[in-house]
């Protein structure tokens, strides 16, 4: 079978099982075992399947992954993204688009700090869309900036993505991590300037409301405690990669390890 015959057969059969309620992973699953045993001989194929899964896995760089995807989860379930959220949340002031740009600043902390794109949807978006709906954001001011800003956690390091993409590109991962450190900036800031001006133009797409006023103290307060100790976790995810202290997959661990160690604290 000539490929434009098998690839729409793959992308149709994969579709037909998502709405079927099939879970993912087995969906991805049972596509392999049938294309491997049509498409490689049959029962050859079938032999050959579980060699090529575990050669696929088995490369030491893709380690920084599960260390990535643990950070989020401890950033996640301690309850330390909720504090990083409140104390961005003091600094904002009165700016046009409050909650949408607060939505891109918290991604983009997130994603410096985990790198996995579901579990800063989960946290902004249990946080934030409720509080937005009630405030009277649009969905383009609330859902929107949420989904864009947690789409960074794919460009800027730790990024399981672009781990993934380097080692199956054969790009040295280091050197692509730091690569992709000023797009993923870059798109965020340019996130920033849409919301202010779009929300400056068209204010009944994200309203005014009072905001409670906080003492420059009580912030600074704030950001020592919840946000600068962050610093230190960006030093050991991509501070020592660009040194040339450790390894991506190195960092990572050390990463995972002080995500811990301040989780404790």
Not at 91 to 118: E, N, Q, Y
Not at 192 to 199: A, C, E, K, P, Q
Request: hydrophobic share 60%.
């Amino acid at each position: 079978m000539e490929w434009w015959t098998v690839l729409p057969l793959i992308f149709g059969s994969l579709m037909a099982l998502f709405i079927l309620g099939i879970p993912i992973v087995y969906s991805f699953l049972i596509i392999d075992v049938v294309g491997a045993f049509l498409l490689w001989g049959g029962q050859v194929g079938l032999q050959q399947l579980p060699l090529n899964m575990f050669k696929s896995v088995s490369l030491f760089s893709l380690l920084a992954i599960p260390m990535f995807l643990f950070m989020g989860e401890i950033m996640f379930r301690t309850g330390i993204g909720t504090q990083v959220f409140e104390a961005l949340g003091k600094w904002m002031g009165k700016l046009p688009g409050r909650l949408s740009i607060l939505a891109v600043g918290s991604g983009t902390l997130f994603a410096v700090l985990c790198g996995s794109s579901v579990a800063s949807t989960s946290l902004l978006g249990s946080l934030l869309v409720p509080e937005m709906d009630k405030k009277g954001y649009k969905p383009a001011m609330s859902v929107g900036p949420i989904v864009g800003s947690a789409g960074l956690a794919i460009l800027i390091p730790p990024t399981a993505l672009g781990v993934l993409m380097a080692t199956l590109a054969g790009v040295p991962v280091g050197k692509f991590l730091i690569a992709i450190v000023i797009p993923g900036i870059l798109l965020a800031a340019i996130f920033l300037v849409y919301i202010i001006i779009r929300s400056a133009l068209q204010p009944h797409l994200a309203p005014a409301y009072d905001v409670q006023k906080y003492s420059f103290r009580e912030k600074f307060v704030d950001f020592l405690k919840y946000i600068f100790p962050l610093a230190f976790i960006v030093f050991l995810v991509l501070g020592v990669v660009m040194l040339g202290v450790a390894t991506p997959t190195q960092a990572a661990v050390l990463g995972a390890a002080g995500t811990m160690v301040m989780a404790l604290c």
